[in-house]
């Protein structure tokens, strides 16, 4: 049985921890830290590479050009962006939007960790070959649109990430846009699945 008031305090601590960590180099690039928002109940959490320039400034994920098109993808299939929870694998932006380092992962990763297990979600969706990678092995291009098994009962079901997009705009059949279009409304259907048996 899931504590809510025990969880969202446990969320506050995690959160209070990143805001004062300096356990990698960028912490000293950040302008902000970026732990991750929205709802900590939600059965599918997303999670990204690492915050970038307009996130940096704001302290929330996926707010600049990138962030508006995941809005956009997210709505096509009928998804409410804050009745979601959205990460990154790294908490603080890596300068010029660079790749973060291993270390820099492994320094952070204690913190998706700890986000994961509080809200104990049955669907990750990894955004991108980084995020992938953190989770599994694969390539992104091959691994997208498909549920895999991860630990517990949890599920991955990797996603194209939206800067990919943004690079790729081409709306053909088969193109990375078109494939994710087809990818959010398999997972709608999957967590409207998990929210009927809920109920
Ligand atoms: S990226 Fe993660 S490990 Fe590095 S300083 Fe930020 S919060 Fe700490």
Redesign the pocket.
């Known amino acids: 049985m899931k504590d809510d008031k025990k969880d969202e305090k446990l969320m506050r601590v995690v959160e209070e921890k990143?805001s004062i960590?300096?356990?990698?180099?960028?912490?000293q690039t950040?302008t902000n830290?970026v732990p991750g928002e929205g709802n900590i109940h939600s059965p599918v959490i997303f999670v990204g590479e690492?915050p970038g320039e307009d996130e940096d400034l704001s302290g929330r994920p996926f707010v600049g050009k990138a962030g508006q098109l995941f809005d956009k993808i997210l709505e096509s299939a009928g998804f409410v962006r804050k009745t979601l929870y959205i990460t990154n694998i790294?908490?603080?932006r890596p300068p010029q939007n660079r790749v973060?380092s291993s270390e820099?992962i492994l320094?952070?990763s204690h913190?998706l960790m700890a986000q994961i297990a509080i809200i104990n979600p049955q669907i990750i969706v990894p955004l991108g070959a980084t995020a992938l990678n953190f989770f599994m092995s694969g390539s992104i291009t091959e691994s997208r649109g498909k549920f895999f098994e991860w630990k517990g009962n949890i599920r991955i079901f990797p996603m194209f990430h939206p800067s990919y997009l943004l690079r790729n705009q081409s709306k053909e059949s088969g193109s990375p846009k078109a494939l994710t279009w087809d990818d959010i409304r398999i997972l709608k259907k999957a967590y409207d699945e998990i929210m009927t048996q809920g109920t």
């Open positions: 990143i960590c300096t356990a990698c180099p960028l912490s950040r830290v690492g790294v908490k603080c973060p820099e320094s952070c913190f």
